[in-house]
Nanobody, 128 residues
């Protein structure tokens, strides 16, 4: 059974840090790009970070660049997102998702519809 499970969300003060993890089961990370998305009520799901299947190329949106760092451990079937210097504007539900590597979703900044598997999300709340 395919599963992606996010963890590590919570409440943090502005300027603080959180480390999110995405644990995968039921498929091999070797064949998928992994994206991190976030969503606030009433807004579209926003892609913020992507990491490719085996060569670990990373892509960041401007909102994440310089503050967030993505890493993956394919052997451990896990992808982590280190988030530093958090701001209230980062408050959202954060999701990890998997896209088949053939789509090259990371390189093309593909949208949510390209991602085949999704986690259930983890809430991140940053207080001012």
């Amino acid at each position: 059974q395919v599963q992606l499970v996010e963890s590590g969300g919570g409440l943090v003060q502005s300027g603080g840090s959180l480390r999110l993890s995405c644990e995968v089961s039921g498929f091999s990370l070797d064949y998928y790009d992994i994206g991190w998305f976030r969503q606030v009520p009433g807004k579209e799901r926003e892609g913020i970070v992507c990491i490719t299947d085996t060569d670990d190329r990373t892509y960041y949106t401007n909102s994440a660049k310089g503050r967030f760092t993505v890493s993956r451990e394919n052997v451990a079937n896990r992808v982590d997102l280190q988030m530093d210097s958090l701001e209230p504007e980062d408050t959202a539900v954060y999701y990890c998702a998997a896209s088949l590597r053939q789509l090259r979703s990371c390189f093309r900044a593909g949208g949510p519809s390209e991602y085949k598997y999704w986690g259930q999300g983890t809430q991140v709340t940053v207080s001012s």
